[in-house]
T-cell receptor, first 116, second 109 residues
């Protein structure tokens, strides 16, 4: 089945530094990937839609200069949290489809970011 | 955009009991999925069910698209069923999924 791999699974960084999270589709190509964020005991909120070869589409309220998304190939999307602050600490999860729009989304295992 | 609501928000069951989780959505959908999130945060895909009924072991799901709701049934619950259950829906030409608020299930001995 379709596998989405996310790396790293856990990262701790100091306030003011930047962190990059990778999302790979291992056995399929994905022109579109989705990035979600989840705060403790809350639901998953869509941050942005990553489009291969073009700019990402950000949801309302998500700072595009803060959360840089690059989708340079059909199997890799990256999310960079720039100048991280403690309030950016969260669980970040990416997802992608291996088939058309009327097919399930497959999710990575997530990245737990802690900013100290 | 589409709104997704789940009920109940919390549920405590004794092992062996059955339960029904509900997901209501505000618009027509072409994608609806049920997930179980384990304590490590992993989302386990339970069902892709934009319409109809499916069964997988002790779990089954039914989506009535015309009435805009989906149900997840858990029979003979086990302690390993504990965790948070999410439904997520998407519709129209948008390929993204909107998640519901979740149901936190605790199964006790």
């Amino acid at each position: 089945g379709a596998v989405v791999s996310q790396h790293p699974s856990r990262v701790i960084c100091k306030s003011g530094t930047s962190v990059k999270i990778e999302c790979r589709s291992l056995d399929f190509q994905a022109t579109t990937m989705f990035w979600y964020r989840q705060f403790p005991k809350k639901s998953l909120m869509l941050m942005a839609t990553s489009n291969e070869g073009s700019k990402a589409t950000y949801e309302q309220g998500v700072e595009k200069d803060k959360f840089l998304i690059n989708h340079a190939s059909l199997t890799l999307s990256t999310l960079t949290v720039t100048s991280a602050h403690p309030e950016d600490s969260s669980f970040y999860i990416c997802s992608a489809r291996d088939q058309g729009i009327n097919s399930p989304l497959h999710f990575g295992n997530g990245t737990r970011l802690t900013v100290t | 955009g589409i709104q997704v609501e789940q009920s109940p928000p919390d549920l405590i069951l004794q092992e062996g009991a059955n339960s029904t989780l509900r997901c209501n959505f505000s618009d027509s959908v072409n994608n609806l999925q049920w997930f179980h999130q384990n304590p490590w945060g992993q989302l386990i895909n339970l069902f892709y069910i934009p319409s109809g009924t499916k069964q997988n072991g002790r779990l089954s799901a039914t989506t009535v698209a015309t009435e805009r709701y989906s149900l997840l049934y858990i029979s003979s619950s086990q302690t390993t069923d504990s965790g948070v259950y999410f439904c997520a829906a998407g519709g129209g030409t948008a390929s993204k999924l909107t998640f519901g608020t979740g149901t936190r299930l605790q199964v006790t001995l």
